[in-house]
């Protein structure tokens, strides 16, 4: 089966930066497109960044200039560098990904999530 892992989360102050790190593995043919989603508690889920196969990118306005999404697609891995970091970018960060597996079907998956959280 597919699995995506996330990592990089963790407390940080407010101006710092962190990188995190999303891993697919599994039964995987084609990557079409993966993505950063983030839920700040007592909030809705919300987009923050996203990259196709082809490379293109698309950010929310509020982390634009700040954060940068990039992809390796040798070890089917998506960052997110996350510079000048907000206490208003505290949130539980999620990768999701666009996948054919090598059996023929394409569906979305969901990693567990990685906490940020950033301190004034």
């Known amino acids: 089966q597919v699995q995506l892992m996330e990592s990089g989360g963790g407390l940080v102050q407010a101006g710092g930066s962190l990188t995190l790190s999303c891993a697919a593995s599994?039964?995987?043919?084609?990557?079409?497109?993966m993505g950063w989603y983030r839920r700040a508690p007592g909030k809705q889920r919300e987009s923050v960044a996203a990259?196709?196969?082809?490379?293109?990118?698309n950010y929310a306005d509020s982390v634009k200039d700040r954060f940068t999404i990039s992809r390796d697609s040798v070890k089917n891995t998506v960052y997110l560098q996350m510079n000048s970091l907000k206490p208003e970018d505290t949130a539980v960060y999620y990768c999701?990904?666009?996948?054919?597996?090598?059996?023929?079907?394409?569906?979305?998956?969901w990693g567990q999530g990685t906490a940020v959280t950033v301190s004034s």
């Open positions: 999701n990904a666009d996948i054919r597996t090598t059996w023929g079907r394409r569906d979305d998956y």
């Open positions: 990259i196709t196969s082809g490379g293109s990118t």
């Open positions: 599994g039964s995987i043919f084609t990557i079409n497109a």
